[in-house]
């Protein structure tokens, strides 16, 4: 330890003599320094004088300090005072940093600048000397200046600045500084110097009695520090740091004179600048960046900037945290080589820092707010790297605020006159210098707002969260730029509340206000500029651009916002305009580069905001777009159009497209692809663009286009105003289309490409109507002025129901086709050679209607909303001018449908319905199995087979016949699917062709055409307004025409190769004000409901067509008209019925109404088909009408058709394809004339009206606008002319079947069949009344036919066993008809009755011929024809002539009794009437006869006519008859048996003595007075009880031929005149029978009988003998003076009369043989009554039975004798007979077997009758007789079907033997199928005969019963059956010897009465038998003789009668008064 201390005391010891030494020397220097004082003091101030020019004076100053210092320049007015300078060190003074310092205290400095020359100091000229002096005291050693700055130090205290006259006269300019530090440092090679101010404050005042004295303020705290390199003698380094800095500045700073001295000088010296200012380099050029420190730093913190304006007190607060600028500069590296081609650059680095900047207005809101801004730059040896950062910049512009500022300063720059820079020279343009280094530029901006409100215009806001750039700039051996723009949300916001600061919303939504937001935007482009060898290629740049989140509102506030800042930001001053103008120009030439850009943006939201629409939002989920120089593409992913129609919430979601909720547009993809070298532009659409329309919502996209194209037009003004624009849209006047051209040169035409994969459109005409339109694949192409589009599937829909369906549609849009010039050629009318063409192709096209859908409602809802919209847009559009001439059309579809859909239940009913009988008749095939394997067990069990397990079996096929049924119902449809169809038309290879000229476009010239066309209708005097008008020359064809109704086996319509031309016009026409209906649409709020004014005249066509038809076919029939009612409610449903109240018109007037013109048809074949069936399936079963060669021709009321017509039979059977008509060269014309209040034919006159404009009608009368046009009725008149024949004539003829005329009533029953309602009443919502047929509207048709020869053939069976032929020549038939409808009585509402009157009938024909033909072959043994037939002569005339009259009423009959002529229904005249009768024509004529009876009998009892009778009410009155007189009290049967009654009192006895002797015959020769008036024939005819005079046959010059069967010869009958009339009376009670009476009265004048002499066996009977007219016309006067009158004997009995074969030729010419008159010319009358059981059942209850006598026993028993006999009555008055044996003979085989002759089976018949009646009295239960009629009835039915069946099997067999005819297996099976055949027909015969007897007897009984009549047992039935009279009244007979003069004898009979009465069989089964009586006269003229009776054999007449026959009795007188006995000769009577 002590060491230690001595080791440090000893240095102390060591250090005490130094300090010693150093106080010392330091004393001397204090010394030494105060002598030195007074001469420091002298040289200083000298200098100064010399120097500076200035006094320096110094109040006292010592070694260290100095006191008062003052510094005066004398020049500048300038004066420097300083109170104090003094020396200290650290040592002494801590807060000194040096051990010597240098301070000064207060320092003053004052000038003055009004007597300074200037602001800058002059310029010191410092001589070369001085410089060097200088640099010899800066060149301090390094060693002294690091001592310098290490050891010294300056310090001021304070420094006070004062400038006098800085602004104006008296102003001032006062700065204080106070704590100003000077520190210096020094490393040998660098010097530093370090200046710190602690206080600056600076004021600048001027001299003001206001308070605005202060211009401007500053206050803060400065350090500056510089780096001086020693070496180079530069600055290296400088730091500034400024701390608090506080400025303000006033109003008056910018009003004073500061700015514009403070800007260089005065405005005289700024307006002229010298000359050499261009040689002045600039501070900012490359080369002063060498005086630039190598180091510079500047840092600013707390800076405050405070604006005022006092007059306004407004103020404006700038405050800065952080200012710092850093800039680094090293030279020593290797510099940035070329920076610009003139230098280099060193590497360097600058950087910039803003932190914390904020503005302030007066009220504290902040309008500027900027976080941080760093910018750096960055120079390195290859590049030059830029960077910003700025982060958080709000700035809020009121404009109301800043336009104090922006006036003040624009007062400002007024004030200073700061020239603007010149424009027009281009020489003081400062161009930027060309950079050729790389550039790399990066900046980022994040969270950047900007609010505006400018004015009384909302506030808008700009703001982005983020942007950064980075851009490249290379040069290696071309100029490369590559640049990166990134953009992170975007908004430009618009509105009150814009400008207020929101947090960010949620995504995908849209906050109204934001004009334009986006997310995120980035791009990246490059731009390479080849040099040197390169640069020949061009320049290429390339952009890649990627967009999110974008969404624009487009509203009046945005548009009004964007306009006034593009205003704003717009050039205003011409010269700018002009060089921007100039500009454009060089950009287009400069821009032929090669580029790319490559664009894609995502999720884009475009709204349209309006006030009174809502809003509007357009959604594209991507854009991407590929452009280059050579081609662009543009794709859309995801595009929606949606409309938000009240904006009630203030965000809008945004979401993806097919998310949208009812967007009215929608798009999955589009692509755009543009080739600007072809300019060809591709579309292609993406897989669905769906468009949702409705009239709302148009008005909504409407008002939005408006607002959107206001808007554009409002910025567009802005941009461009309208007196810019105008004379550019505006071509010179006067200019021609050549100078036009030459200004506008032809724009080269844009190719497009568009491709849609599938589109749907739907367009809702009303809230719940709709229309929709799709498609697949669409493609449209335009080259040139062509147009092509195709597209596979085009479908269109109404209400979501698919109409109409299109495939492979192709359209064209040519300029002209080679097609339609050629189309051109055969219309020689049309002057235009050429036109534009649209053609239109498909491959199908389908049009389907749903079930009672209906298309009219919706299809009219759009036709309104098109007008609508023809309204809205095109309202405003002259049409003055006339249009261009239409295109030509062209229309080819090669398959066309159109399907009306069947009701779903109607269909599934059907096919049920089969499925039942399918299964009916297979679970019948399954229990006959079943029961065949129960019958096995049986046999193999016996009895041991329980009947419990039977039971079961059968239960268990029961079920499994319900299984299975159930299983084929439920798989029904599943093979074969269901029918749909109600009505399917169909079109192959249409082809139609419109052609449009100049002769007939325009109005006036289509109104010419249309009165061309419609020459018939009157044409209105002050002409026609048209709405629509067009005139077309159409061409068309058809390859097939078909038209099925359901799934029924024939068309409807079937048309072959169908060629149509003509002229079509269409013309509508402009309804006055009441023919205007309104439609309302209803458009919703703010716009209400729209009134549409829809045009009410109907649109009518004018035409004039010619057609050629190769096949022409319909097929119709009854049962097809359920199907047609509800194709005509389905027709209905599509057109809607017009609003005018008045009744529809029917379809033949509205026809009338509007179709015009001419039509004419050439058809080679037509044919219609008239179903004959109630089964629409049936094809067989039709009435075939045959046209060939037809022309027809339509003009207005008239049809004409010219060619061959054929009516054939279609029936399964053999009688099928029967011509029974055939009419060659046939000219058949239909005349209409329609009935009509006023001209028919006048449509023009029709004015529709409105329900608002109805006129005044009477009560109980209804409007009717078609009144004077509505048809009432119409009359049809039918002319069939036959003898217009060109070339050879051919001759009519009509072939007729016994069958084919059941066939014909069967088809008239089927056609005249009442339909019944289908689908109407409320149960279908149908209540419209009934449509009135065509049928009913008829009042009267008229019917003639002309022909120049007829042929008629009937024959009972196919066979041709038995027929008749007609033969005729010239023909004329005449008839018309009217007919009446009759209204039902009762409240319910039936069909009026139709009632078809022939109001005249009348036909001449000559030379007609009947022939009856017969064959020998069995019907029944062959199926074919048999080609020999005997034909035989019936009767032959030559003229025919026949009138029918209208039925008269009652009293019409009544009063036509009281004239001379009596009026009949039917009245024949036949002239020359020659008729043979012999055997052979009885039996065929009989044949004929039984067949027709057989077959009416089966008819009638088959009918549902048959059991009508049989309920009667016995209560009902008596009803008057429809014709005739009311019957007499008495029934006519009184009045008729009084008169038969031979005397009071005898008669009975009489007749009961007759009948006790009937085995004998008795002549009565004794004489009686009166009995022609007994006779019982003219009794019976000459009632009063006739209620019709049918028939009137009148005879001229009639003879007839009768033969016998036994004898040769004939008997030839002649009348010169005849009258055979017909009458029918009114229905009577005849003992217990009601019965219907007809009576036959025939007159005969001028009677001759003639026979031939003797037989020939040469003679036979086709040649007929025929007597002359002269020998039969009346006798007159004739003198004998030839020998053939002498020979003839003249009319004499017995006379020879000449005969001819050939009727049109006399006897000279064919000479005969002669016949002998054997009756002399004579008179006769015949009477023939027949009674009837046929009465109508509900006439029969009519008539009153006759009151029973009250004692039955004493009955006349002559009534029931002669109650209701048929009976024939003869009466000759006078007769000359003369005959010999064989003629005698002969006349008695004519009588025996061709006039009495009877049927054979008649007694067969009478008993099967009389034992069914006694069958029927003996039951007593009506019902069950009624059930045997109807199970009878039900079996003959089924006999008839079998038949059929049969007959259709054979028909099958017979069309498969027409194939293959040698098949042995159909030959035979055709064989036992004609034998079953024959067996069916002779059984259904059999009960057929049997069901006519039970139904007959059956119904009397029922009346009798109904009438309460007791059933008498009478024990002998002596009624009347059939009674024959004869009765002369002077007979003398001659006979003669076989030549005929010989006489033998003579007999004279006078009041001769021959009554055979014919009684019925009595109920005893007819044991009587009927006797015979045969009479003859013999030589012993005496005695009597009774004859027996002798069968004779059967005769072949089919003839039935009701009654067998009797007894027959034999009444006259002789000439002597006794009595004389007849021998019985067999042969004169057939009784049976």
């Known amino acids: 330890g002590d060491g230690r201390l001595e080791e440090a005391g000893g240095p102390r010891l060591m250090a005490a003599p130094v300090l010693g030494a150093l106080l010392g020397a330091l004393l001397a220097l204090l010394g030494g320094l105060y002598l030195g004082r007074c001469l420091l003091y002298i040289l200083v101030t000298n200098w100064c004088r010399r120097r500076l020019q200035a006094e320096l004076k110094i109040g006292s100053f010592g070694f260290f300090w100095i006191h008062n210092l003052s510094l005066k320049f004398q020049e500048e007015q300038q004066t420097v005072e300083i109170d104090s300078i003094w020396v200290s060190s650290k040592l002494l003074n801590h807060e000194v940093p040096r051990y010597l310092a240098l301070c000064f205290g207060e320092v003053r400095v004052r000038m003055d600048l009004q007597k300074a020359p200037g602001l800058q100091p002059p310029a010191v000229q410092v001589s070369e000397q001085e410089d060097a002096e200088q640099s010899k005291v800066l060149s301090l050693g390094p060693s002294l200046l690091r001592l310098l700055s290490q050891l010294f130090s300056v310090h001021v205290d304070s420094v006070n600045i004062m400038v006098l006259h800085v602004a104006a006269s008296e102003s001032l300019w006062h700065v204080q500084i106070t704590r100003t530090c000077l520190l210096l440092g020094c490393d040998g090679r660098c010097a530093a110097c370090e200046v710190t101010f602690g206080q600056v404050n600076s004021k600048v005042l001027k001299s003001s009695q206001q308070d605005d004295a202060c211009l401007a303020e500053l206050s803060l705290a400065l350090t500056v520090s510089l780096d001086i390199c020693m070496s180079k003698r530069r600055l290296q380094g400088m730091a500034v740091g400024i701390w608090g800095t506080h400025a303000e500045l006033h109003e008056g700073l910018f009003l004073s004179e500061l700015l514009w001295r403070g800007g260089g000088g005065s405005p005289e010296e700024a307006a002229d600048p010298p000359e050499d200012q261009e040689q002045q380099p600039s501070l900012m050029s490359l080369a002063s960046l060498q005086y630039v420190p190598s180091g510079v730093r500047v840092d600013l913190e707390n800076t405050s900037v405070v604006l005022s304006m006092n007059s306004q007190k407004r103020h404006l607060t700038w405050t800065l945290k952080r200012l710092q600028f850093v800039s680094q500069c090293d030279r020593e590296q290797i510099p940035l080589r070329s920076f610009t081609p003139t230098c280099d650059l060193p590497q360097m680095s600058v950087e910039v820092v803003l932190e914390d900047g904020l503005l302030l207005s007066q009220s504290r809101q902040r309008i500027v707010c900027l976080n941080m801004l760093q910018a750096s730059l960055q120079v390195m040896a290859i590049d030059i790297s830029v960077a910003v950062t700025l982060n958080t910049c709000i700035i809020h512009y009121r404009h109301q605020e800043f336009s104090h500022w922006l006036g003040l300063l624009a007062l400002a720059q007024q004030q200073a006159c700061l020239p603007a820079p010149a424009s027009s020279s281009s020489s003081n343009v400062r161009r930027m210098p060309q950079i050729l280094a790389t550039i790399i530029l990066s900046a980022s901006v994040s969270n950047v707002n ?425 309202a405003g559009r002259e049409s003055g001018h006339e249009p261009a001439l239409p295109p030509d059309l062209l229309l080819k579809v090669q398959q066309f449908s159109w399907v009306f859909l069947d009701d779903v239940f109607e269909v599934k009913l059907r096919d049920n319905y089969e499925l039942m009988k399918d299964e009916s008749k297979e679970s019948a095939k399954r229990l006959g199995l079943l029961d065949a394997k129960v019958a096995a067990l049986r046999k193999q069990h016996g009895e041991l087979l329980p009947a419990r397990k039977i039971e079961e079996l059968y239960a268990s096929l029961e079920k499994k016949n319900i299984e299975i049924y159930i299983q084929r119902s439920h798989r029904l449809y599943s093979n074969t699917p269901m029918r749909k169809a109600l009505l399917t038309w169909t079109l192959s290879d249409l082809e139609l062709v419109a052609l449009a000229d100049e002769s007939f476009h325009g109005v006036e010239r289509v109104l010419q055409q249309v009165r061309e066309l419609d020459s018939v209708s009157p044409f209105p005097p002050e002409g026609l307004e048209l709405v629509t008008h067009w005139c077309r020359m159409v061409k068309g064809s058809v390859k097939t025409f078909l038209v099925r109704i359901r799934d029924y086996p024939r068309y409807l319509f079937e048309i072959r190769d169908w060629k149509l031309s003509g002229r079509l016009a269409g013309a509508e026409q402009r309804g006055l004000p009441c023919s205007r209906r309104r439609q309302v649409l209803q458009l919703g709020a703010p716009w209400g409901d729209v009134t549409v004014e829809r045009n009410m005249p109907p649109l009518k066509f004018y035409h004039d067509f010619h057609s050629e038809f190769f096949q022409y076919t319909i097929v119709w029939g009854p049962c097809w008209d359920p199907a047609w009612t509800l194709i005509g409610q389905a027709v209905d449903l599509l057109t809607k019925p017009s609003e005018d109240p008045s009744p529809p018109l029917p379809w033949w007037d509205k026809s009338r109404l509007l179709f015009h013109g001419n039509w004419h048809m050439e058809i080679e074949q037509a044919n219609l088909h008239q179903v004959a069936t109630e089964d629409p399936y049936n094809t067989t079963e039709n009435m075939h009408w045959e046209w060939s060669h037809l022309s027809f021709h339509w003009q207005p009321g008239q049809f004409v058709f010219k060619g061959d017509l054929d009516v054939n039979v279609r029936t399964a059977s053999k009688y099928d394809d029967c011509c029974f008509l055939h009419l060659p060269q046939l000219c058949m014309t239909l005349d209409l004339t329609w009935l009509c209040h006023g001209n028919p034919h006048d449509h023009h006159s029709v004015v529709l009206r409105s329900p608002e404009f109805l006129p005044e009608v009477p009560v109980g009368q209804q409007h009717d606008s078609y009144r004077a046009f509505r048809s009432e009725n119409l009359n049809l008149s039918i002319c069939m002319d036959l003898t217009r024949h060109s070339g050879e004539p051919s001759q009519p003829r009509i072939l007729l079947y016994s069958s084919t005329l059941r066939w014909m009533q069967n088809f008239w029953a089927t056609w005249t069949s009442v339909t019944r309602p289908i689908c109407r009443g409320k ?297 055979l009339l017909q009458c029918q009376h009114h229905p009577a009670w005849y003992g217990d029978t009601l019965k219907q009476k007809t009576s036959w009265t025939c007159l005969l004048d001028g009677m001759q009988y003639f026979a031939t002499t003797e037989s020939s066996p040469s003679e036979h009977e086709d040649m007929q003998l025929w007597l002359e007219v002269k020998n039969i016309e009346e006798h007159r006067q004739r003198s004998l003076d030839s020998v053939q009158e002498l020979m003839e004997s003249g009319q004499a009995v017995g006379g020879m009369v000449s005969t001819t074969t050939d009727w049109n030729q006399p006897h000279e010419v064919q000479p005969t043989q002669q016949v002998q008159r054997i009756i002399a010319r004579c008179s006769c009358r015949m009477y023939y009554i027949s009674y009837s059981h046929d009465i109508n059942p509900e006439l029969a209850a009519q008539i009153k039975p006759p009151q029973l006598p009250a004692n039955p026993d004493k009955d006349d028993l002559l009534k029931k004798q002669e109650g209701a006999a048929d009976t024939f009555t003869l009466i000759h008055h006078d007769l000359e007979i003369s005959t010999n044996p064989a003629q005698y003979a002969m006349i008695l085989d004519i009588v025996n077997n061709l006039l009495l002759h009877v049927e054979p089976k008649r007694k067969e018949h009478s008993e099967k009758k009389q034992r069914v009646r006694f069958q029927l009295e003996i039951s007593s239960n009506p019902e069950e007789q009624r059930s045997s009629i109807l199970h009878l009835q039900e079996a003959v039915r089924q006999h008839v079907a079998h038949i059929r069946h049969l007959e259709k099997e054979m028909y099958s067999n017979m069309k498969a033997l027409q194939g293959d005819s040698r098949n042995e297996a159909l030959l035979e099976a055709n064989q036992q199928l004609q034998q079953q055949l024959s067996r069916e027909k002779a059984e259904l015969q059999r009960e057929s005969e049997e069901l006519n007897i039970l139904i007959r007897c059956f119904k009397d009984f029922q009346l009798q019963r109904a009438n309460k009549m007791e059933l008498r047992k009478q024990p002998e039935d002596v009624s009347v059956a059939r009674r024959t009279e004869f009765y002369f009244a002077q007979a003398r007979w001659r006979l003669t010897e076989e030549d005929g003069q010989l006489g033998i004898a003579e007999l004279e009979l006078q009041r001769f009465l021959y009554s055979k009465v014919e009684p019925g069989v009595g109920k005893q089964g007819g044991r009587r038998a009927a006797r015979d009586g045969h009479w003859w006269p013999n030589r012993s003229f005496a005695g009597e003789q009774i004859g027996r009776h002798r069968r004779a054999s059967p005769g072949a007449g089919l003839v039935h009668y009701e009654q067998p026959p009797a007894k027959c009795s034999l009444q006259g007188g002789a000439a002597a008064s006794e009595r004389m006995p007849v021998r019985a000769s067999a042969g004169l009577a057939h009784l049976q």
């Open 1323 to 1619: 149960l279908f919502d149908n209540m419209k009344p009934g449509k009135k047929k065509l049928g009913q509207h008829y009042r009267q048709l008229s019917f003639t036919a002309l022909f120049p020869k007829l042929q008629v053939h009937y024959w009972a069976s196919f066979a041709q066993q038995r027929g008749i032929q007609l033969e005729c020549a010239q023909g004329h038939i005449f008839t018309r008809g009217t007919q009446r409808l009759i209204p039902q009585a009762g409240t319910v509402m039936r069909r009026l009755i139709s009632e078809w009157s022939i109001t005249q009938m009348v036909s001449d024909l000559s030379l007609v011929t009947v022939h009856l033909m017969a064959s020998t072959c069995d019907e029944n043994a062959d199926h074919r024809l048999d080609l020999l037939v005997k034909k035989t002569h019936l009767l032959s005339l030559s003229s025919l002539t026949y009138q029918r009259h209208s039925a008269r009423t009652a009293e019409e009959e009544l009063l036509s009794r009281d004239g001379d002529d009596a009026f009949h229904t039917h009245q024949l005249q036949l002239v020359d009437l020659r008729a043979s009768w012999t055997t052979t024509n009885r039996d065929i004529a009989f044949g004929l006869y039984d067949g027709y009876k057989k077959a009416a009998v089966l008819k009638r009892n088959l009918s549902t006519e048959a059991m009508k009778g049989l309920k009667i009410d016995t209560q009902l009155p008596a009803k008057k008859f429809k014709r005739g007189p009311p019957p007499s009290p008495q029934p006519p049967l009184n009045a008729s048996s009084n008169r038969t009654e031979r005397s009071p009192s005898g008669g009975a006895y009489m007749l009961q003595k007759l009948i006790e002797e009937t085995d004998k015959f008795v002549v009565f020769t004794e004489e009686e007075s009166g009995v022609s008036e007994q006779l019982c024939g003219i009794a019976a005819c000459q009632t009063d009880d006739i209620f019709n005079r049918n028939c009137l046959i009148e005879l001229v010059n009639c003879q007839m031929v009768l033969r016998g069967a036994e004898t040769e010869g004939c008997v030839i009958v002649s009348a010169a005149k005849a009258q």
């Open 450 to 874: 900007l609010s505006v409100q400018l004015g009384d215009m909302l506030p808008f806001a700009l703001g982005f969260h983020s942007v950064s750039v980075d851009y490249q700039h290379l040069r290696p051996q071309s100029v490369h730029q590559r640049a990166v723009l990134v953009v992170d949300h975007f908004c430009w916001r618009v509105g009150a509340d814009s400008h207020i600061q929101r947090a960010p919303h949620p995504p995908n939504m849209h906050m109204w206000g934001e004009a334009l937001i986006l997310d995120s935007f980035s791009v990246q482009g490059s731009y390479n500029q080849p040099l040197g060898t390169s640069s020949a290629h061009a320049d290429t740049l390339f952009l890649d651009c990627t967009l999110r989140g974008l969404q624009v509102e487009c509203s009046d506030t945005c548009s009004e916002c964007l306009s006034r800042v593009l205003s704003l930001l717009h050039p205003k001053n011409a010269e700018t305009k002009e060089s921007l103008e100039a500009l454009r120009p060089s950009l287009a030439v400069d821009l032929g580069i090669l580029w790319k850009v490559d664009l894609k943006v995502e999720d884009i939201n475009l709204f349209t905001l309006s006030s009174l629409a809502g809003a509007a939002e357009v959604r594209v989920d991507t854009l991407t777009v590929l452009g280059s120089a050579e081609s662009c593409t543009v794709s859309v992913q995801g595009v929606a159009l949606a409309l938000v129609k009240n904006v009630t919430e203030k965000m809008q979601p945004c979401c993806k497209a097919p998310a949208i909720p009812n967007p009215v547009a929608s798009l999955s993809a589009l692509s755009f692809t543009y080739r600007s070298s072809i300019c060809f532009l591709e579309v292609q659409c993406g897989e669905s663009l769906s468009i949702l329309w409705s009239p709302p919502d148009h008005m909504y996209l409407f008002q939005h286009f408006l607002a959107t194209l206001l808007c554009y037009r409002m910025l567009q003004d802005t941009l461009s105003p309208q007196s810019a624009r105008a004379p550019a849209l505006r071509s010179p006047d006067g200019a021609d289309e050549a100078s036009v051209t030459e200004c506008f040169p032809p724009k080269r035409l844009l190719s497009l490409t568009l491709e849609l994969s599938s589109f749907k459109v739907t367009a809702f005409v009303s809230e719940t109507h709709y229309l929709s339109l799709a498609a697949e694949r669409v493609q449209v192409n335009r080259h040139g002025a062509s147009l092509h589009a195709y597209c596979p599937g085009l479908a269109a829909g109404f209400d979501g129901n698919g109409i109409f369906a299109f495939k492979e549609v192709e359209a064209q849009a040519l300029p002209e086709l080679e097609e339609m010039i050629l189309h051109r050629g055969p219309f020689s009318t049309l002057t235009t050679l050429r036109n534009r063409v649209w053609a239109l192709s498909c491959a199908s096209v389908a049009v389907e209607f749903p079930y009672q859908y209906d298309f009219s409602a919706t299809l009219d809802e759009a036709l309104g909303v098109q007008k609508w919209l023809k309204g809205l847009h095109y």
